[in-house]
């Protein structure tokens, strides 16, 4: 069975720009999370969606935001990309039986 | 108070020994438990989940849960060095919102 994918797996971009992050859960799951892991920090809740809805956001900017599609994969958008953004972005899924998430890989973005 | 609490360490054990390593969590009423590796670089692994109080066993790891105490633990026997790497206590909180709290992590250094 296919885990969680992400992409693209790297990015640099520099201050101001905007990022889209993608993210397919494992086969099944309906919710997707998106975390942000800045360096030396832990992970800060940024949003989940289920069935194509936003359940819940993190104490993030509107400048963070996202969607999920009807096969249940998802992105993250960031605009007006500051400094303090470079971290890795990791996404999360979740069986709608079960509380466990498996994350992906990451994408990690850098903003200069 | 932290909603979930973890020594950053690093906790150093010799190769073979049993590494400890320990969460604690603040609301009560907290239902459900999850530890994840994460290696350098590389983003969350789930080593186990946990529910009841008591313990529970999967190969070389132990999770120990006390409600009462609101304290989960890992207990890794047999420690190797490729178990050397940061430990990720996460807290589903009550309520049935399914978003994790995580502490910040313990790193693990595991020496030959």
């Known amino acids: 069975e296919a885990g969680v994918t992400q992409s693209p797996t790297h990015l640099i971009k520099t201050r101001g720009q905007q990022v889209t992050l993608r993210c397919s859960p494992i086969s099944g799951h309906t919710s997707v999370y998106w975390y942000q892991q800045a360096l030396g920090l832990g992970l800060q809740f940024l949003l989940w969606y289920d069935e194509g809805e936003e359940r819940n956001r993190g104490n993030f900017p509107p400048r963070f935001s996202g969607r999920q599609f009807p096969n249940y994969s998802s992105e993250l958008n960031v605009n007006a990309l500051e400094l303090e953004d470079s971290a890795l972005y990791l996404c999360?899924?979740?069986?709608?039986?079960?509380?466990?998430?498996?994350f992906g890989p990451g994408t990690r973005l850098l903003v200069l | 108070q932290k909603e979930v609490e973890q020594n950053s360490g690093p906790l150093s054990v010799p190769e073979g020994a049993i590494a400890s390593l320990n969460c604690t969590y603040s609301?009560?009423?907290?239902?459900?438990f999850f530890w994840y590796r994460q290696y350098s670089g590389k983003s969350p692994e789930l080593i186990m989940s946990i529910y009841s109080n008591g313990d529970k066993e999967d190969g070389r790891f132990t999770a120990q849960l006390n409600k009462a105490s609101q304290y989960v633990s890992l207990l890794i026997r047999d420690s190797q060095p490729s178990d050397s790497a940061t430990y990720l206590c996460a807290v589903n909180k009550s309520g049935g919102s399914y978003i994790p709290t995580f502490g910040r992590g313990t790193s693990l250094i595991v020496h030959p």
């Open positions: 609301d009560r009423g907290s239902q459900s």
């Open positions: 999360a899924s979740r069986d709608r039986s079960a509380e466990t998430q498996y």
